[in-house]
């Protein structure tokens, strides 16, 4: 199911006036009121139409969510997304690469004490 935009659930333009998504959000409000209308998906409806209406009101949030959900403003998101996933997959990388070095080194230190208490027992003996 596709995402609806604010300007979709308020059955509005993007360039609408403040006056015309005040006015589709009285109309919609009136229609989808859980009082008003019994069936089960107007509750839904209604806290949908209440959250589009809060944004798109404030002109400053309004602003934000249109920068946010502009085309070029998504594709750049995805890309962003995409290359910090990346950076998150060579950070792995490298942690179990160190991970393998370490303990490369650490059965490494082991052989040589091995070999040194074998040499020390055949100085010795």
């Known amino acids: 199911m596709v995402k609806k935009t604010y300007y979709q659930i308020l059955e ?6 403040q006056e015309a998504i005040k006015s589709a959000y ?4 009136m229609l989808y009121h859980p009082d008003k ?10 806290k949908k139409i209440a959250e589009a209406y809060s ?17 070029r403003a998504i594709q750049r998101r995805k890309k962003q997304e995409q290359m910090w996933q990346i950076i998150r997959e060579q950070k792995q990388r490298e942690a179990r690469t160190i991970q ?25 003996v």
């Open 26 to 29: 009285r109309r919609l409000a």
């Open 55 to 71: 944004v798109l009101s404030d002109p400053d949030q309004r602003k934000q969510y249109d920068m946010d959900n502009e085309p």
């Open 100 to 124: 393998m070095l370490w303990e490369f080194q650490e059965q490494e230190r082991i052989k040589y004490k091995e070999r040194e208490k074998e040499a020390m027992n055949i100085m010795y």
């Open 37 to 46: 209308n019994q069936s089960p998906e107007a509750e839904e409806m209604f």
């Open 12 to 17: 509005v333009d993007k360039k609408a006036s």
